[in-house]
């Protein structure tokens, strides 16, 4: 158990909708990391939060936004959805350079 | 732009077995960190070893081992004595040293098949 925490583990919804994915990082990790992990895309870095704070965007897509709460918990929102964002979305944190601990993910069905 | 190649898709290794597998990275940091992450069927993504490219000693963990080889920018990890809770999808990963904690980026994976 990596103590990083995501909810829920499953999410089954229709083209259209929009979704929250919601992530708890370890206890003192100031920074939060979300992944997207797709069969043809593999697993590419969508964005960084460190404290409250946007710090780097990967190839996130305009649909989808992210925040960080002052308790450091992150939510990432994802809208307009579309059969290919299908995928596994990860959430990981850390308190120092070097390393990223990854929760147990949200695995998303868009039908 | 930094990139990760895993050249072999898939492997297998019987039991009690050494098996290597292959990593290559593309850079023009000279400073940056590189990991070995394994996916088993779970899905978690579990940490298996981490190299800090200003280190010339190759990192070890247990049964785990790597081969970096920093001119070359091969990091290769070593299973020895595999077991069946080997069996996963094995990711190579890069990170610059940025000072702020930067993002990973991923090889494709090897996918790893430990057979009794």
């Known amino acids: 158990d990596s103590g990083v925490t995501q909810t829920p583990k499953h999410l089954i919804t229709a083209t259209g909708q929009r979704v929250t994915l919601r992530c708890s990082p370890r206890s003192g990790d100031l920074s939060v990391y979300w992944y997207q992990q797709s069969l043809d895309q593999g697993l590419q870095f969508l964005i960084q939060y460190y404290n409250g704070e946007e710090r780097a965007k990967g190839n996130i897509l305009e649909r989808f936004s992210a925040q960080q709460f002052p308790d450091l918990h992150s939510e990432l929102n994802l809208s307009s959805l579309e059969l290919g964002d299908s995928a596994l979305y990860f959430c990981?944190?850390?308190?120092?350079?070097?390393?990223?601990?990854f929760g147990p993910g949200t695995r998303l069905t868009v039908l | 732009a930094q990139t990760v190649t895993q050249s072999q898709p898939e492997m297998s290794v019987q039991e009690a077995e050494t098996v290597t597998l292959s990593c290559t990275y593309d850079?023009?940091?000279?400073?940056?960190?590189l990991f070995w992450y394994k996916q088993p069927p779970s899905r978690q993504m579990i940490l298996v070893i981490r190299q800090e490219a200003y280190k010339q000693q190759n990192a070890t963990e247990n049964r785990f081992s790597v081969n970096f080889q920093k001119a070359a920018k091969s990091f290769s990890l070593k299973i020895s004595d595999s077991q069946l809770g080997d069996t996963a999808m094995y990711f190579c990963?890069?990170?610059?040293?940025?000072?702020?904690?930067?993002?990973?980026?991923f090889g494709k994976g090897t996918k790893l098949s430990v057979k009794p």
């Open positions: 990963a890069f990170m610059k040293h940025r000072g702020s904690q930067g993002n990973l980026i």
């Open positions: 850079t023009s940091e000279n400073n940056y960190y």
């Open positions: 990981a944190s850390s308190r120092r350079e070097g390393e990223q601990f």
